[in-house]
T-cell receptor, first 111, second 121 residues
């Protein structure tokens, strides 16, 4: 069952531009995580935001969380060609620590 | 990918064959997971194990089997009963996940292996 859903499914931008992708979820959560997957590789953890946090930064990444709207956004500033990847949000399914992943946003950054 | 190895990287299976995908970790993590990823799709949970000698079915366990005889190893067997096994298989671990965490609502950070791409000929 899909808990988190990313939007848009695909995003194409030029190097230097900002990229924003969103995640909506259905049930209450304790935290939400964002992962990146380069083509043909495993996922890599980017950032975790807890339910009592509204915003978190890590380098060029900025994550926000709105628990009232059950949504999160991931902003990549000053994007680079190396940011080209798929990005997934993951939330714990209700009553369990096991994360559920959405279908991801495919980001292409053109040099 | 560091600390988790999956082998082989590519695997080809003939119809009716069972094949086993290897997942080994040296992170000393308790919990291990197997996911299946189809093109353009998210990750679907096949099986997970919180501690040695214990494992649970995920969302799409039919046609798959696992074992957890050692903390470091969680092999996945794709049986002939799995009718559409062509996919990318990912193994993951979390540092928590023991029975004491089972009823928790936090989600541990997952560490992923590099994946195995299985193709049915």
């Amino acid at each position: 069952s899909q808990q988190g859903e990313e939007d848009p499914q695909a995003l194409s931008i030029q190097e230097g531009e900002n990229a924003t992708m969103n995640c909506s979820y259905k049930t209450s959560i304790n935290n939400l995580q964002w992962y990146r997957q380069n083509s043909g590789r495993g996922l890599v953890h980017l950032i975790l935001i807890r339910s009592n946090e509204r915003e978190k930064h890590s380098g060029r990444l900025r994550v926000t969380l709105d628990t009232s709207k059950k949504s999160s956004s991931l902003l990549i500033t000053a994007s680079r060609a190396a940011d080209t990847a798929s990005y997934f949000c993951a939330t714990g399914r209700g009553g369990s620590y096991i994360p559920t992943f959405g279908r991801g946003t495919s980001l292409i950054v053109h040099p | 990918d560091g600390g988790i190895t999956q082998s082989p990287k590519y695997l080809f299976r003939k119809e009716g064959q069972n094949v086993t995908l290897s997942c080994e970790q040296n992170l000393n993590h308790d919990a291990m997971y197997w996911y299946r990823q189809d093109p353009g799709q998210g990750l679907r949970l096949i099986y997970y194990s919180q501690i040695v000698n214990d494992f649970q079915k995920g969302d799409i366990a039919e046609g798959y089997s696992v074992s957890r005889e050692k903390k470091e190893s969680f092999p996945l067997t794709v049986t002939s009963a799995q009718k559409n096994p062509t996919a990318f298989y990912l193994c993951a671990t979390t540092s928590g996940g023991g029975l004491s965490r089972y009823k928790g609502t936090s989600t541990d950070t997952q560490y992923f292996g590099p994946g195995t791409r299985l193709t049915v000929l």
